[in-house]
């Protein structure tokens, strides 16, 4: 059920994409910053990176490692694997607070193309995230960096991101 959610997504997103492209073919090209607005808080891209709100988060993409090269996690030995990593930092703007290295209440995956391949274990090793049981109360922003294995000719598109307590808040940010 939730893979054909997640599909169905895609296929929106991808259409209107696709609605997007056409419509700025028909409209003259604009200087940035033109009419002086802001970019909205949530899903507007942040100059290449992307933001977004998924039940009691805010998350925003600050990095993509393609390949990565981090040491402190396990990783498993497969050929023909790399080894890739998206940072984003991350804000509680619920009532209760979560543990991001260890705990269960956000669960974010980086994708290639709408496949995903899982993140490693021991994501508390990773330099720069929080320790487990270093707990991410309301109102705070933390960075947290998510690392996976992905084949060696794919690219990672996206940061698939679900609130745990909330089963149906999820999105998939951009993170190229």
């Not at 993509?64 to 991350?90: C, Y």
């Not at 487990?132 to 705070?140: A, F, I, R, T």
Request: glycine share 8%.
């Amino acid at each position: 059920m939730k893979e054909k959610l997640i599909l169905s997504a895609v296929f929106a997103f991808a259409l209107s994409l696709a609605a997007c492209v056409q419509e700025s073919k028909e409209q003259p090209e604009e200087e940035p910053g033109a009419q002086g607005e802001a970019p909205k808080e949530s899903g507007t891209e942040l100059g290449d990176r992307f933001t977004g709100t998924v039940g009691d988060f805010t998350v925003r993409v600050t990095n993509l490692a393609d390949p990565s090269t981090i040491v402190e996690v396990e990783m498993p030995d497969f050929e023909g694997r790399k080894q890739v990593s998206v940072t984003a930092d991350v804000t509680n703007n619920g009532t209760h607070e979560i543990d991001l290295a260890c705990g269960l209440e956000l669960d974010a995956n980086i994708l290639a193309n709408g496949s995903s391949w899982g993140n490693v274990g021991y994501l508390e090793r990773v330099p720069g995230n929080p320790a487990c049981g270093e707990m991410l109360k309301p109102g705070e922003t933390k960075q947290m960096t998510w690392v996976s294995l992905m084949p060696a000719d794919q690219q990672p598109t996206n940061l698939s991101i679900e609130d745990t307590a909330h089963p149906d808040d999820y999105l998939q940010l951009k993170v190229r």
